[in-house]
């Protein structure tokens, strides 16, 4: 059975640092990424990683988070540097098992149980 288990929310004080970290059982997956929802707000795409190692931003955090994967140990993780106000939102593990990495919630298979970051200004 596909479970996907994050770790490391918490909260930080805006410029600061935290490290979420997401154990994944089954195989390799093809896409895996990291998804962010805050209240009464969509779910938006984070970071995509994919099956050759390529991996993929959106703008607004691009240079201050980094998304890597540890194949060995099935782990895949979430460095968020400088942290601002507006990256407050409940974060997510997502892989896909087939296809392509693209950013639509919908084409992910697997979900996580989310964490909570908040970053405090």
């Known amino acids: 059975q596909v479970q996907l288990v994050e770790s490391g929310g918490g909260s930080v004080q805006a410029g600061g640092s935290l490290r979420l970290s997401c154990a994944a059982s089954?195989?390799?997956?093809?896409?895996m990424g990291w998804f962010r929802q805050a209240p009464g707000k969509e779910r938006e795409g984070v970071a995509l990683?994919?099956?050759?190692?390529?991996?993929y931003y959106r703008d607004s955090v691009r240079g201050r988070f980094t998304i890597s994967r540890d194949s060995g140990k099935n782990t895949l993780d979430l460095q968020m540097n400088n942290l601002k106000s507006e990256d407050t939102a409940m974060y997510y593990c997502?892989?896909?098992?087939?296809?392509?990495?693209?950013?639509?919630?919908?084409?992910?298979?697997?979900w996580g149980q989310g964490t909570q970051v908040t970053v405090s200004s």
């Open positions: 997502a892989a896909r098992s087939g296809g392509y990495c693209d950013w639509p919630p919908h084409q992910f298979d697997y």
């Open positions: 089954g195989y390799r997956y093809v896409c």
């Open positions: 990683i994919d099956g050759k190692d390529g991996t």
